[in-house]
């Protein structure tokens, strides 16, 4: 019997840190500061940012919702991320993705004050979270889905970890993290044209499906016992639902969940923990800027 990995218990016992870590700021003068800057009317990414702007308020932690239009240019997103750069009430900065096609994204993050960068996505950042450098920003959703597994009690030491993905979101940086001193897990980045991914998956202990296709990992992928942390989250078409649609993972739920000894369900696994470890992030960049 597999045990699920109850993604929104374990987000709010790290918002309500949070909260403790929060209130210790203010007692030392120190309100810390998040901006969300969004450009163009995507209805996904409205809804994410007014959900990180309502966890703000309900830790006290400042936070200022910038939206902008579609036909923003680049030089003018620009001079709003200097201006949130030179703010000292802004310890955090977070620029919505994807921006329109016409907006350079990866200009925008290097254009970010590395110490303000709380997605973790500047080269300063990748750098430290290479090095094992603590004072570096861990993307948020690799960085909520370690919690999950120590939440979970898994051990990764000497475990055979499959990555599948190699995004700077998550892949890349979750097989870092995987292999980095404390984790100690054997760590393999696949994808989706590696020869015979099937196989390459059923050697692992732990599995981590990051590759954005619905319900791609079959149970003839995992073998007995192991791990998955499921981070796909794909809009499928269901005639049965209101929406017109239902949200299912990159790992075929009801198939695999047998064969587990913990899984992460779609919705509700990795996708709590995101916010809450831009909270976590946040938090820390406001404890080294001051």
């Known amino acids: 019997m597999s045990s699920v990995i109850d993604g929104k218990a374990v987000a709010a016992a790290v918002l309500e840190e949070c909260r403790s870590e929060v209130a210790e700021l203010k007692a030392k003068g120190i309100t810390p500061g998040l901006a969300v800057v969004l450009v163009g009317d995507d209805p996904a990414s409205h809804v994410y940012v007014g959900s990180k702007d309502r966890t703000c308020g309900d830790l006290g932690i400042y936070s200022r919702k910038i939206v902008l239009p579609a036909e923003t240019t680049q030089q003018e997103l620009l ?3 200097q201006e949130l750069n030179a703010d000292p009430a802004i310890h955090g900065i977070l620029v919505q993705s994807p921006p329109p096609k016409h907006i350079d994204e990866e200009a925008i993050i290097r254009a970010l004050d590395p110490r303000k960068d709380v997605d973790g996505f500047h080269p300063e950042n990748v750098a430290k979270l290479a090095l094992e450098d603590k ?8 960085a909520g889905s370690m919690r999950l597994l120590a939440a979970a009690g898994v051990k990764t030491a000497g475990a055979e970890a499959v990555v599948i993905g190699r995004s700077m979101i998550v892949g890349k940086p979750m097989a870092l993290l995987l292999m980095a001193k404390g984790s100690d897990a054997t760590v393999t980045v696949a994808h989706s044209r590696s020869k015979d991914l099937a196989a390459i998956c059923r050697r692992a202990d732990i599995i981590v499906a990051a590759v954005g296709r619905p319900e791609m990992v079959k149970a003839d992928w995992v073998k007995e016992g192991a791990v998955v942390i499921d981070v796909g989250i794909n809009r499928i078409d269901d005639a049965s639902k209101k929406s ?5 993972g990159d790992v075929a739920y009801e198939e695999v969940a047998p064969k587990c000894s913990a899984i992460t369900p779609v919705p509700g696994g990795v996708g709590p923990m995101t916010i809450a470890m831009l909270m976590k992030n946040t938090l820390q960049a406001a404890r080294q800027i001051g």
């Open 244 to 248: 017109g649609y239902r949200l299912v």
């Open 135 to 142: 004072t570096g920003f861990v993307p948020c959703t690799p």
């Open 79 to 81: 001079s709003v991320v």
